[in-house]
């Protein structure tokens, strides 16, 4: 059984691009905003990893960690943080609050599939 994959971006590109490298090894749910990504997780959906975008609408990907990681039953899903946001401080930031990675874009497919390995041993 393949592991699920939740992408939150609110770039469709991306999750194409994503989906088109991982679907093979991983199912792949993709949403736009984070609050669709927590409205799915409240219908009982847990995916084995999130990867999520910093900057989107309605709630930043900042936000989303926060949440997902102060709540009891999401808390210990993995996410990797794939952003533009280039500066030390917000990689820093994100890592600390309780992400597990942070990819820089333009990222890499294939290290982003190494990642999520290494991420989901």
């Known amino acids: ?18 989906s088109v490298y991982l679907s093979n090894e991983f199912d792949i749910t993709y949403f736009d905003t984070p609050v ?11 995916p084995d990893l999130i990867i999520l975008d910093i900057r989107m609408p309605e ?23 794939l952003s533009g946001e280039e500066s030390s ?17 333009p990222f890499n497919p294939m290290e982003l599939k190494i990642r999520i390995r290494k991420v989901l041993k």
């Open 1 to 18: 059984m393949k592991k699920q994959i939740l992408i939150l971006d609110d770039k469709i590109a991306i999750a194409k691009i994503i």
């Open 36 to 46: 669709k990504g927590i409205e799915w997780l409240y219908e009982g959906h847990t």
């Open 59 to 81: 709630m930043n990907g900042d936000e989303f960690l926060s949440y997902i990681k102060k709540n009891g039953l999401f808390k210990t899903i993995p996410v990797i943080v």
């Open 89 to 105: 401080a917000t990689r820093i930031r994100m890592l600390e609050e309780g992400a597990d990675d942070y990819i820089l874009k």
